[in-house]
């Protein structure tokens, strides 16, 4: 490239191969078309490589051994040029208005770190919706401004649906790369609580859902989630003035009931019961779990 891009895409891939091209049709595809494309393969064993190769020059590779997708967008970050990142997965679609909406908004608000959109679901609608954020709360988001309760509730924000100021992500130190799952939600609760965020209420990519979904590892999920939390209140001590001591206590509860469920259909008792001591040591007048920790109790008294 003989200029610097005003955007650098980086997709972090391992074994989609299956997706890849289709991904990278719909970036090259873009109405915007200032931006470099940076594709990190991070040890696939698949045809990865060849399906990039037929690119050419209009992709910049990096192949490094399988180290997570934390440790790939990082590495894409390194490379990247322009003076803001978009990270996208391999196997979701950006929409043609994708960077164009987003820069559009950038261009003329230099001081925010990051600003995000909603994304559709590819396949099929989820959750009796097309939109990953409701429209009603896309709306309310668009019109009021994110706050740290937004991102606390739902995790809202998909980074295939953000552009990242190049050099918030590098005061921030980038992705931790201990997080396999809930490396973007604790990126974004970072940025926030270092910079501006905006959303705008447009769909700008499409969501698939499949199989080979890493965020489908339900136990690596949960215990991530709360790592998060528990990391964003304990390096940022305000967080939980702006959240609140009840919604603080039911977020962090409710993933400790849904970690719990998930180890008691595995047949792991003795953890199930540890999760759901924490979850009502959080809340202790939850009666739904205080009846799953007395079903639990009297089903092992039973085995006896």
Same mark, same amino acid.
């Given at each position: 490239? /003989?200029?610097?891009?005003?955007?650098?895409? =980086?997709?972090?891939?391992?074994?989609?191969?299956?997706?890849?091209?289709?991904?990278?049709?719909?970036?090259?595809?873009?109405?915007?078309?200032?931006?470099?494309?940076?594709?990190? /393969?991070?040890?696939? +064993?698949?045809?990865?490589?060849?399906?990039?190769?037929?690119?050419?020059?209009?992709?910049?590779?990096?192949?490094?051994?399988? &180290?997570?997708?934390?440790?790939?967008?990082? $590495? @894409?970050?390194?490379?990247?040029?322009?003076?803001?990142?978009?990270?996208?997965?391999?196997? /979701?679609?950006?929409?043609?208005?994708?960077?164009? +909406?987003?820069?559009?908004?950038? *261009?003329?608000?230099?001081?925010?770190?990051?600003?995000? $959109?909603?994304?559709? %679901?590819?396949? &099929?609608?989820?959750?009796?919706?097309? +939109?990953?954020?409701?429209?009603? *709360?896309?709306?309310?988001?668009?019109?009021?401004?994110?706050?740290?309760?937004?991102?606390?509730?739902?995790? =809202?924000?998909?980074?295939?649906?953000?552009?990242?100021?190049?050099?918030?992500?590098?005061?921030?130190?980038?992705?931790?790369?201990?997080?396999?799952?809930?490396? /973007?939600?604790?990126?974004?609760? &970072?940025?926030?609580?270092?910079?501006?965020?905006? %959303?705008?209420?447009?769909?700008?990519?499409?969501?698939?859902?499949?199989?080979?979904?890493?965020?489908?590892?339900?136990?690596?999920?949960?215990?991530?989630?709360?790592?998060?939390?528990? *990391?964003?209140?304990?390096?940022?001590?305000?967080?939980?003035?702006?959240?609140?001591?009840? $919604?603080?206590?039911?977020?962090?509860? %409710?993933?400790? %009931?849904?970690?719990?469920?998930?180890?008691?259909?595995? *047949?792991?008792?003795?953890?199930?019961?540890? $999760?759901?001591?924490?979850?009502?040591?959080? &809340?202790?007048?939850?009666?739904?779990?205080?009846?799953?920790?007395?079903?639990?109790?009297?089903?092992?008294? @039973?085995?006896?």
């Amino acid at each position: 490239m /003989d200029r610097t891009p005003t955007v650098s895409i =980086i997709i972090a891939t391992y074994n989609r191969c299956q997706f890849l091209s289709q991904t990278i049709e719909s970036i090259l595809g873009q109405s915007f078309q200032d931006f470099e494309l940076i594709v990190v /393969d991070d040890g696939s +064993t698949d045809d990865t490589r060849a399906v990039v190769q037929r690119y050419g020059s209009r992709i910049r590779y990096l192949y490094q051994e399988n &180290r997570g997708p934390a440790v790939a967008r990082n $590495a @894409g970050a390194q490379l990247a040029l322009a003076p803001w990142i978009s990270f996208q997965d391999s196997d /979701d679609v950006c929409a043609p208005n994708h960077l164009n +909406t987003l820069y559009g908004y950038v *261009k003329d608000h230099a001081d925010v770190g990051m600003v995000f $959109a909603n994304g559709a %679901y590819l396949i &099929r609608p989820e959750h009796n919706r097309k +939109t990953i954020i409701p429209a009603d *709360k896309s709306k309310r988001l668009a019109k009021h401004g994110v706050r740290l309760n937004d991102l606390f509730e739902k995790s =809202i924000m998909r980074l295939q649906a953000a552009l990242i100021s190049k050099s918030a992500y590098v005061a921030i130190g980038g992705h931790d790369e201990s997080l396999r799952i809930c490396m /973007d939600l604790d990126l974004g609760f &970072r940025l926030f609580m270092h910079y501006r965020v905006a %959303y705008l209420d447009e769909v700008v990519f499409s969501y698939r859902k499949h199989e080979g979904n890493i965020g489908r590892n339900e136990e690596l999920r949960h215990t991530e989630n709360i790592r998060v939390i528990e *990391k964003l209140l304990r390096e940022y001590p305000d967080a939980r003035n702006q959240v609140g001591d009840d $919604a603080t206590a039911h977020r962090l509860a %409710y993933r400790y %009931y849904r970690l719990a469920k998930g180890r008691w259909r595995r *047949k792991e008792r003795d953890t199930a019961r540890e $999760a759901i001591r924490m979850a009502l040591q959080l &809340r202790p007048c939850a009666l739904k779990y205080r009846l799953y920790q007395w079903q639990w109790r009297m089903r092992a008294l @039973g085995a006896k």
